[in-house]
Structure formats: C-alpha cells, structure tokens
C-alpha cells in the first residue's frame, strides 16, 4: 500500500482548529489550539486508495447551481448519515 504526504495537513501530521462561541448574538473566536490531523492521524501520511475515495465522495465541481439533494440517514447514498448531494456532480457536499 503506497502512502503520500497527507494533502490535509501537508505532511505536517497536525492542524490548527479554532473554536468559535456564540455569546449575546454574536460570534466570539477562541483560543486557537493545534491537534493531530483527524485525516492522516497525525503521521503525515494518507494511503493514494483514501486519497481517491475522498476524490470519489465528496463535491469538487462548486455547485454551480446552487442545487441539492437530501438523502435522509440509512438512505444510502455514499454514506449512511443523512447528507446533501450536489445536483450537478451528484458527490456529497455536506454529512449531517
């Protein structure tokens, strides 16, 4: 099994997340903290086969119409959680 540089997080097996709060309406960033990339699990490295079934899944086309399509949970279209599938590509372009 080949394994590539994680095109995540760059090789760099870690990624910056940061956290934002609602208080009073409004939007209020947080501390920002660095975590083990949630792709590669912190090695750098991903497999060229999760590489094209990321490629495969999820939407790369933008959307151009603005369209999509709800698939409820266990409805089974490339994933069993409820999603959105792009109109136009027919690849998912939000889980949950």
Same mark, same amino acid.
């Given at each position: 099994?080949?394994?590539?540089? *994680?095109? /995540?997080?760059?090789?760099?097996?870690?990624?910056?997340?940061?956290?934002? #709060?609602?208080?009073?309406?409004?939007?209020?960033?947080?501390?920002?903290?660095?975590?083990? *990339?949630?792709? *590669?699990?912190?090695?750098?490295?991903?497999?060229?086969?999760?590489?094209?079934?990321?490629?495969?899944?999820?939407?790369?086309?933008?959307?151009?119409?603005?369209?999509?399509?709800?698939?409820?949970?266990?409805?089974? /279209?490339?994933?069993?959680? /409820? /999603?959105?599938?792009?109109?136009? *590509? #027919?690849?998912?372009?939000?889980?949950?």
């Amino acid at each position: 099994m080949k394994m590539i540089t *994680c095109h /995540h997080c760059g090789g760099k097996g870690e990624t910056k997340i940061t956290p934002v #709060f609602l208080e009073g309406g409004k939007e209020i960033e947080g501390t920002p903290v660095t975590i083990d *990339c949630v792709f *590669c699990e912190g090695t750098g490295k991903i497999t060229e086969e999760l590489k094209k079934a990321e490629e495969d899944f999820w939407c790369d086309c933008g959307n151009p119409s603005g369209e999509t399509i709800y698939y409820g949970d266990g409805q089974g /279209h490339l994933c069993d959680k /409820h /999603h959105y599938v792009c109109a136009d *590509c #027919f690849k998912v372009v939000q889980v949950g």
